[in-house]
């Protein structure tokens, strides 16, 4: 059993900053591409930014400059840093991971989803 839960969603106002962390938890060997994806109200899902298991990292066009991601694999957890943040950013966020499972699963690998946490940016 594979687990994603994320932290840090909230009300903010433009301008302001959020940190997004998502920690993994299950019979997990290996972590390969991690990302984070968002949903606005009445729109598509998303590719907000990803990190691959190198550290090269990839950002939509709208949040480059003032999103970061970053990923800590001892501490099963990826994060992505939220500055300037504009009512265009309000949206649920979540989180991605493209792993391998342990041996009792053959390292299979497996592509495991957050539930998703609520970023409103409001003044």
């Known amino acids: 059993h594979v687990q994603l839960v994320e932290y840090g969603g909230g009300l903010v106002q433009p301008g302001g900053s959020l940190r997004l962390s998502c920690a993994a938890s299950g019979s997990i060997s290996w972590f390969n591409t991690m990302a984070w994806y968002r949903r606005a109200p009445g729109k598509e899902r998303e590719l907000v930014a990803e990190?691959?298991?190198?550290?090269?990292?990839n950002y939509a066009d709208s949040v480059k400059g003032r999103f970061s991601i970053s990923r800590d694999n001892a501490k099963k957890t990826v994060y992505l840093q939220m500055t300037s943040l504009k009512p265009d950013d309000t949206a649920v966020y979540y989180c991605n991971i493209d792993l391998n499972r342990d041996r009792d699963y053959d390292y299979a690998e497996y592509d495991a989803w957050g539930q998703g946490t609520q970023v409103t940016v409001s003044s």
């Open positions: 990190i691959t298991d190198a550290g090269t990292t």
